[in-house]
């Protein structure tokens, strides 16, 4: 998985700011590794702690999408350093939390920081979201924060997803979501800006990305019903200039970090176009 890995070059910057104690880096990125989620974007003030809170908030909103109550067996795939399965772990009891990761160093710090709580238990595990090392009918929800456009294919994770999940259990997850109008462009916009795209995020096809109406389709020819299909871009807007900010600070001057600031100015003015959209969708076995 170590070819993976390397290409997630921006994991490669956070770990290495995380080794060398970058209480910035630490606070921003050392446990959540996605968008903050505002009520209203005026409320963002621009620190490294409100962006901390909003992604936190953002958590909470995935719980909320796959139905999350106490006595739940949970998997958070593409767990990143285990923000959310903290989150689950301080906000639920009798809690059986997995995360998996395909990428083994972010899974080292997570069994660092993550400890079970007193009725809850917690593991990490190496593991490829497309090819899940779990029993058929074994988990009540199943997680994709901020992960999806990672996997070898959407496909392949949804039909995983539901072999693993119970019989009415929930997979909820968020994606940068095109709008229809946009995809006959998404050939050239991947010609024009794909390889900028994979340096700074790894794989991440933009040919290869959901519209609603794709999801809508890929839940009813995997066997899903769509219970949540919430647009939220709005309120994640104030994340692109924290995250720039940031990433710029973290990365070694170059090139990458100039373009790395590019494919996130991209992202931000397409959004503010209304043509990239933060969507949070859940589905239901
Ligand atoms: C943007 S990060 C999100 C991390 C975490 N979900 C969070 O919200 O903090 C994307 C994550 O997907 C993981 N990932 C990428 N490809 C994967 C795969 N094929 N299987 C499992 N995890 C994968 C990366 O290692 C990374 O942790």
Redesign the pocket.
Known sequence: MLE??NR?R??NIFLDSIERQDKEVIEAFG????WGYWDSNNLADGSVEDFRRA?EE??IKMCEAGRIRDNQKVL?????????IATINNRYKYMDLVG????ER?LSRARQIVKPAETNKVEFVE????KLPFENSSFDVV?????IF???SRELFFKEAKRVLKPGGCLALCDFTPVDMVMPWVGVLELLFGGLFASA???SNLRYNYTLSNYQKLAEETGYRVLQEHDITVNTLPSYLITRQLMRKASPPGLSAELDSVVNQIMEWISRQGLLRYMIFSFKT
């Open positions: 993976q890995t997630l921006y994991f446990h959540h590794v996605h992604a953002l958590s958070d795939v593409g767990c990143g350093f285990g923000g959310t998996v990761n395909i990428d972010q593991a490829d979201a497309c997680l994709a924060v901020e992960c990672h996997f070898p995020y790894g794989q």
